[in-house]
């Protein structure tokens, strides 16, 4: 009978204890580990005798055994210690970084044994800190001894070296770690509190500002603090440096012009207005084309590519491609180009370009050089890679080229540079040329570059690639990976290699600081199919840039159902949201995240709903869509829409000279809005005649150095 009971209850137990399990499978399977083999892109892993040391730790520490358990992290070699483990929430971390979390965190008595056996070598390394050395040693204290009683100090230093190197964001970092994780420290908090707000406020980390200054207004009221000669408590001596400094700000900053884009009214586009200047390049490729060619030509894929441009001071410059030419911003007047169009169309249906991403044509301008990645559409090895070119802004003559630079040889490079910190960054990828397998797998790498010479200034592996390349014998395709977007921020480079990680480099030096593991589509396993065949795809949209929102990052990768805020100061993710996969980010504003994809649409970012859809011709898969507190505007193949960021109603449509395109992107001039397809580059007025002619007339005046504003 017993028995039987036991039966009856293992019966009943089973369905729940088989769900507990699949549940558990499931849950593993969803984790967010750079161990995880499923993920496409592994950050540089530790060695697996890093992470028994760790475990050592945690096993003798529980035992209170501290001599062996201390023993155990620096057991850990300083090659390993820029190497990475798994963090706090989806964040994957530097080794040397999860050390210093896990000493801070000691227990008292833990404490104890720590600084009896590691104090003297901390103090020795802080003594010899001086001339070339300085730095150095004292990186290395905050790095492997920061909880030593020599480990405030030596931060504190590290702290008013990064400063004076204008290095803010790691000044604030060293000081908050003072404030933070060592609160036996015998540092002035006040004095510490002010030196972390001036840096961050330096940095542009607003919102951390404003908390520390509210902590020194709270705490600090009775103490009296000395810095830059003058002398007051922490929360008045912080009010009158800032004072100081936003007034030098603003005696050194250039008055704005009069009308600039961003502060005048949108483009009225609610009558009919004719383009100032037209640029037709699609005419001159179909110039002498008979039917059937005419036919073949129209129904080719690069016939849809759109022209990559870029605005500097009066010019527009056009990267067609491959073909690079530069336009006056006012007429219309070509300057100078690269190449004709003549047999263009004859290039692109050879099967070498049938590997071509138009996507990945770029360019880039300030002052007097224009940067430009390309392929050459003559060069017939399907595994070419894309070049980076300087020229003169001028006349397009060619000051380097990376095929002339031996730093380049290894690296294929991909996604769209970003031109700031006085350096080009762009992400590049080695070991994916599928004729050369004895590369291994291919990395992930982001290059600094020296902008007038080419020389490549560092470069750091952000990640290995668990997939090789991907190829077909006996037909050419397509490298269907998503391009890497990078963004410049506070002295820091962020990379959403849009295959799982969001990387924080130093722009500094190159050096990797964390990877946030954010939820994206399995690898595949590698294919090598002998024939080509049809395999129809989900419709994909393109990558998008990370985009700042406040303090933080709004990330969404290109195969991820999920939207992200990420705060990158803190190290925390704000919240995320199930999105389409389908969808990418074209801007936000205070109340709104503004979405693309098979339609256009808003997210309210404080609830996280969906406040409106709209649909538009051929969705909004790509292209730049012009995102402004009072309208949005999108070229599609029926004419310009503008929308309401309200409501996402259709205000109107505005037909232009632009049809027979399939739709394209969108800049705005002080002067002019600009349309640019496949077909055409049309330049019309930004408000029609008599419409603010006052204010256009001042506006008409200057056209601002750099970007089109957005």
Known sequence: MTAMRWAIVILLLSPALALGQAQTKEEEAEKVSNDNPARPLQMPPASTEVKEAFDDFERFQRRGAWER?????????????????????????????KRRQVLTG?????????????????????????????????????????TTSIGDDAADRLGALYFELGRFDRAADCWLAILRERPDSDLSPGLIGVKAALALWHAGRRSEFEQVRGELADRSSGETVTLGGQKGTPAELLRRLMEAENSAAVAQEPKPATGAAAAAPGPDLAGPVDPAWQFRFAESIEAGMGP????????????????????????????????????DLASGKLLWRTASFHNLELLAMQPAAQM?????????????????????????NFAAPYQLICRRSDNGEIIWQSKDLPDYAPFDLVGLPVLAEGKLFL????????????????????????????KVLWKTEVGTFRQGAQFRMFYPSRDPSPQPRLVSRGGAVYLDTHVGVLARLDADTGTLDWGYAYKTDPFQSQSRFLFYYYQTQEPQAAPSQPLPSGDAFLVKGAQSGRLYAVDPNRMKVLWERPITKASRLLGADDRCVYLGGAELSALDLRTRK???????????????????????????????YEIDPQSGEVRRIFRGKDLGGVGGDILLTDRLLLAVSNRTISAYPRRAAGAGSEVSARADSATPKGRASQ
């Open 69 to 97: 358990a201390l023993k155990a992290l620096y057991t850990i070699p300083e090659n390993q210690a820029l190497r990475f483990v798994d963090g706090e929430n989806g964040f994957i971390i530097p080794v040397a970084r």
């Open 106 to 146: 000691l227990p008292p008595e833990g404490q104890s044994a720590y600084r009896l056996f590691y104090d003297a070598e901390a103090r020795k390394l802080f003594e010899e800190a001086e001339g070339p050395s300085e730095l150095k040693n004292l990186e290395r204290i905050y790095s492997a001894y920061f």
């Open 292 to 327: 059937i060619e005419l036919n073949q030509w129209q129904t080719h894929g690069l016939s849809a590519a759109l022209p990559a441009v870029t605005i500097e001071g009066t010019t527009l410059f056009v990267n067609y491609l491959g073909h690079i030419l530069a336009l």
């Open 356 to 380: 071509l991403d138009p996507g990945r044509f770029a360019i880039v301008a300030d002052g007097e050089h224009v940067w430009t990645l390309a392929r050459d559409l003559k060069d017939q």
């Open 427 to 454: 992400a590049a990828k080695t070991g994916a040329n599928p004729q050369q397998p004895q590369q291994g797998l291919p990395q992930q790498l982001l290059l600094a570059i020296q902008p007038h010479d080419g």
């Open 610 to 640: 969906l406040q409106w859809a709209t649909r538009v011709p051929n969705g909004s898969m790509d292209g730049h869509v012009l995102v402004r507190s009072d309208g949005l505007w999108q070229l599609t193949p029926r004419g310009i």
